[in-house]
């Protein structure tokens, strides 16, 4: 399997002894054209990778925030095809590394290999799918490797440890760490036992280990920095985009603030 964007992103960050920062956005909102100029916005504001939430009316594992982004994009009218043309638009000005946020019914609608394909050909480097359950995974697995892209897999708090060798297994560009049990949205500090977790995880697997689901804020940033490989940063940046104006100073505002948290990331 070539080396995706992702991968080389990792090495790079690996070599700098630096840690990764990823921004998660809802693509098509407020609309697919203005993703474009946010995920460019977000790359100058020092961000390592974007993951892209591909629009689902029945988004279970995210929280207010991030569903009400999904709606906003359907009520804009993305679609699939609009997405991957919006991707297609961001690889003429970037190589940020990009991946998919998606849930299967949005992929397999399509048939899973053809949205594999078309997500390749338009510029994505990998999907975490986040209900695709390990025993029932194989074949989509084998259609993600044949496409050339990254598998990013979830491990939870709930996850026993026999379950989380087998599911590092099926991984490859990272590993996706859930800091605390629920659903996506910012919340005033990193749970307790997200520290213990990541290095858990690290004892099964070489890849890096990226903890999410909860961080909004350039303290929570730098001390999930402190012992993860990565920091995902959702609902805030979402937020941020959302309630600030939709202007050019609008958007460098929100952008600013996630320079802010990126500068605290990459000071660890």
Known sequence: MKKTRLVQKFAALKKESKKGFIAYIGA?????????????????????IVELG?????????????????????????????????????RESS????????????????????????????????????????????????????????NI???????????????????????YCVSREGVTGVRDSIAEGAPALVQQIQQHTKLPVALGFGIGTPEAAAEAASYADAVVVGSAIVNRFHSNPHTPEGRAAAAAFVAEMVRAVKAV
Not at 28 to 48: F, R, S
Not at 71 to 88: P, Y
Not at 102 to 125: C, H, K, P, Q
Not at 160 to 171: D, F, G, L, W, Y
């Open 95 to 150: 190589q940020v590394p990009l991946i998919f946020y998606a849930y299967l019914n949005t992929l397999t609608a399509r048939g899973f290999e053809n949205s594999m394909a078309e997500a390749a050909a338009a510029g994505i480097d990998g999907f975490l799918i986040l209900d695709m359950p390990r025993e029932e995974s194989r074949p989509y697995k084998r259609a993600i490797q044949s496409a050339h892209l990254n």
């Open 28 to 48: 098509g909102d407020p609309n697919l054209d203005d993703t474009v100029d946010i995920v460019l916005k977000l790359e100058e504001a020092g961000v390592d």
């Open 54 to 90: 591909l629009p689902f009316s029945d988004p279970l594992a995210d929280g207010r925030v991030n569903q009400d982004a999904a709606i906003r994009a359907l009520e804009a009218g993305s679609t699939f095809a609009g997405v991957m043309k919006c991707v297609t638009k961001i």
């Open 153 to 175: 897999v979830l491990i939870t708090p709930t996850t026993p440890e026999a379950r989380m060798r087998k599911i590092v297994k099926n991984a490859n560009g990272f590993v």
